[in-house]
């Protein structure tokens, strides 16, 4: 196999603020939701994944989350979660598809849902600090090996946060894999693994998997 | 190192795999950097206790980390304390000379300490009017370690005059948080596992400790660590044992302190005596604020551990006891529910009738227990350790002394 310029593995950390934007019905948490910055939108949605590399809870982004766990609908909570943060080019088109959900529930519900006895919604947005992890691979095989130790924050960093916020569809492993291994194919099934319902950590499993059987074969048509 | 021989490497066994290599990836980016912390005690209290491993960790770690500590009389320490509860929401009395006394010792703290450096961060009201001695060079950010989510408005208007000149202000909650023309940042408090309260400990000692505290050990414990405040509903977990005692033959633990500075707090342990009344399996420990190898030894020996307060903080005691691979059942409120994810690490209830619910269910199956122990432990390690505050405060540091 050819040597390609390293893929250089950064990991990330999240810095959140909190914006001072609180939510105790279901109106509130649809207006306040239209107001915040983009960033905001990306916070409760896309770094959830960070925070739990594992995906503990029920659902997979903050607003169905608090909607079931302390405004207590469950509709409307499992209407939220149904939204699949990764089928959203921009952050606009994933906050309006949000709105539209919570504002055609509402529009049906007299009076509204609100907490009784839970906390409000807090608004926060993340900042994300970048952390080179000092982990470099040139062929397939070394990007296995970093991929299988690396800090689950450098599968969220190359596969999620550039795919988004850098413009680079499909995430910065396939791009390098297709790029500068010719591996199109395997770039291919690479792009499409999301971490929506099973987290950062079975994200890493399904691409090590891809990986192995791309490396089994090539192991195979070496020995042929 | 550290006097106490305490280095990041001392935490690279019970960290997440990866995290202190991470850390000293992180710490690169501001090798070098001055940073200073400034807070009002050398020891007790929680900052105390993170403060004395957290600079000599960043120090391990390459940073100039500095710990200034204040000076002060007893006029300015009582109107700190006043401070405090009233920030919490109790009415308290201020006077202009209480005020202005504040104000100067401050003064003249700030002009006896070195405060150039990239980033000083000064912890909770006591040095918060240190800004107005604030150099030109450097971020100053306000960490508010206490709840601010019902502050008493005259105490919160004049420290807001101050928390408005920095540059940042972080809360340990969102509910916390108060509206400021300045970014406010979210970073939970931690636990530290190497500390006497949490580090690991033989059968044989934790047999030999609650031996000491005559805390037999042949049945299943229910404990709930926590001062004998009212907001901690000690009553309420015993009338959740009484329910849970018609199914199952279990022991009820109510440890805690504060009952010899606070008479409120004398008057609670009176009241929760009463309620125990002569059960023979309640025990009611009321233990000196330094029992931390003996709060350690509880936790371990219990099958579960409640924490049902009606208002909370952040609730350190339900991280403690996850750590050590306990279900918890805590109460829906402040920083308990930002620890326990409902049904995965512990149980969040707004009653007794739901506390002694979860408990019975978790009772039934101790594989339950053991799952959940396992995965609250987990959920500790990933989240509320004192190797994830370092993080936190790291990029902090990244992010506003670019």
């Not at chain 1, 919604?121 to 296995?144: C, D, K, N, Y």
């Not at chain 1, 770039?187 to 791309?214: C, F, H």
Request: proline share 5%; glycine share 6%; charged share 25%.
């Amino acid at each position: 196999m050819r040597e390609a310029p390293p893929f250089a593995f950064v990991g990330c950390i999240e810095l959140r603020e909190i914006l001072g934007h609180r939510a105790r019905d279901e109106r509130e948490l649809m207006e306040r939701l239209e107001q915040v910055p983009l960033g905001s939108v990306y916070s409760h949605t896309y770094t959830v994944f960070l925070r739990h590399p594992r995906m503990t809870r029920a659902y997979a982004n903050d607003f169905a989350n608090w909607v079931a766990s302390q405004v207590r609908d469950q509709v409307l909570a499992e209407r939220l979660a149904v939204v699949d943060p990764f089928q959203f080019l921009r952050l606009e088109e994933l906050r309006d598809e949000l709105l539209s959900i919570i504002d055609d529930h509402v529009a049906t519900l007299h009076p509204v849902p609100r907490v009784v006895f839970g906390e409000p919604f807090f608004f926060v947005q993340s900042h994300m600090i970048e952390v080179p992890t000092g982990l470099q691979a040139r062929t397939l095989a070394e990007f296995r090996r970093c991929l299988a130790t690396v800090d689950a924050s450098a599968i969220y960093f190359h596969a999620l946060y550039a795919g988004l916020l850098r413009g680079i569809a499909g995430g910065e492993f396939a791009r390098w894999i297709a790029q500068e291994l010719g591996l199109a194919s395997l770039a291919d099934k690479i792009s499409r693994i999301t971490p929506y319902l099973g987290g950062l950590e079975e994200m890493r499993l399904q691409m090590l998997r891809l990986v192995d059987a791309e490396l089994t074969t090539e192991t195979s048509a070496g020995e042929r | 190192m550290s006097d106490n021989g305490i280095t990041i490497e001392s935490y690279r066994h019970v960290a997440p795999k990866g995290a202190v290599d991470f850390l000293a990836r992180l710490s690169e980016r501001v090798r070098g950097r001055r940073f200073v912390h400034v807070n009002s005690t050398r020891s007790g209290g929680g900052v105390a206790e993170i403060l004395t491993r957290l600079v000599p960790i960043m120090n391990d770690l390459g940073i100039k980390a500095e710990w200034e500590v204040i000076e002060g009389d007893p006029e300015f320490f009582a109107t700190t304390k006043a401070f405090h509860n009233a920030l919490q929401g109790t009415e308290q009395v201020f006077t202009d000379a209480m005020l202005e006394h504040y104000q100067a010792v401050n003064r003249a703290n700030a002009g006896r300490r070195r405060l150039d450096a990239d980033l000083v961060l000064i912890h909770d009201p006591q040095p918060a009017a240190m800004i107005e001695s604030r150099p030109p060079e450097g971020r100053w950010v306000w960490r508010c370690h206490i709840d601010l989510s019902s502050p008493q408005r005259r105490a919160w208007a004049f420290l807001r005059r101050f928390v408005v000149r920095y540059d940042a202000a972080i809360f340990s909650l969102p509910a916390f948080a108060q509206q400021l023309p300045i970014p406010q940042f979210l970073v939970f408090p931690s636990i530290d596992p190497l500390a006497a309260k949490n580090r690991q400990m033989s059968r044989k000692e934790i047999h030999k400790t609650l031996e000491a505290l005559q805390v037999p050990l042949e049945k299943p414990i229910l404990l709930q660590v926590s001062r004998f405040d009212r907001f901690k509903d000690p009553i309420g977990v015993i009338n959740a044992y009484r329910i849970v005692k018609r199914y199952h033959d279990v022991r009820l633990v109510l440890a805690g302190g504060g009952a010899t500075d606070d008479p409120e707090g004398a008057q609670v342990l009176e009241e929760v005596r009463e309620a125990a009344g002569r059960d023979p399996d309640i025990y009611v420990l009321d233990l000196p604020s330094n029992a931390h190898l003996q709060i350690n030894a509880l936790q371990r020996a219990a099958t579960i551990v409640i924490q049902k307060s009606t208002r909370e903080g952040f609730g350190l005691t339900v991280a403690e006891a996850m750590w050590k691979g306990k279900p918890v059942v805590g109460g829906a409120t402040g920083g308990i529910t930002a620890q326990i994810i409902e049904g995965v690490t512990g149980y969040t209830v707004n009653s007794v009738e739901g506390a002694a619910y979860w408990i019975r269910y978790l009772l039934a199956s101790p594989q339950l227990i053991r799952k959940i122990g396992e995965a609250a432990r987990e959920h500790v390690r990933q989240n509320f350790l004192i190797t994830r505050h370092l993080r936190d405060y790291l990029s902090l540091l990244v992010h506003l002394a670019r």
